[in-house]
């Protein structure tokens, strides 16, 4: 009747915390900081610093001002303050950002407002073939292009 098969269970001392998703729920709202690694739905109010290695999602209704750091972003509410997303943001029609943001990669649907400055890292790709690239040429010289 019981078996010690355990096939596909993982009791490891190792635990996936990025499958994990957290809400906080319209109505909620948290002041201070939030440290975690499992993804996030907020459609509540968080005031402070957010920091998780996960997903965030915020919700039309969700709100957060201060400092969030995290791996993903989708936004359909608002943000105000300093954004630091290493892999995608995504801004939905009825998102609001404000402040300063970092990110990978950007992607903003009509409709979203972008009120910030935006500085995106990663691979620095030249627009230059590299057997053409001067040794002594700086990365000053990357944002200039040739006109038709």
């Known amino acids: ?7 596909g269970r993982d009791y490891g001392s190792t635990t996936d915390f990025s499958r994990n998703q957290n809400k906080i729920s319209e109505g909620t709202k948290i002041i201070g ?7 996030f739905r907020i459609e509540g109010t968080i005031e ?12 039309t209704s969700g ?3 201060g ?11 608002k943000f105000s303050g300093t954004l630091n997303v290493s892999n995608t943001l995504s801004l939905k ?4 950002i404000e402040g300063e943001v970092t990110v990978g990669k950007l992607a903003v649907e009509p409709g979203a407002n972008f009120n910030a400055s ?11 073939k590299p057997s053409e690239q001067k040794p002594s040429q700086s990365q000053t010289t990357q944002g200039q292009g040739k006109s038709a």
Do not use: R, W
């Open 63 to 65: 709100f957060i001002k």
């Open 48 to 59: 402070g610093t957010f920091k998780t290695t996960g997903k965030v999602v915020v919700g």
């Open 93 to 96: 029609p009825t998102a609001h």
């Open 1 to 7: 009747m019981f078996s010690d098969n355990k096939k």
């Open 118 to 128: 935006c500085s995106m890292k990663g691979n620095v790709k030249s627009l230059s």
């Open 67 to 77: 400092t969030l750091e995290c791996s993903d972003a989708d936004f359909e509410g």
């Open 33 to 39: 900081d939030v440290i975690s690694e499992g993804g």
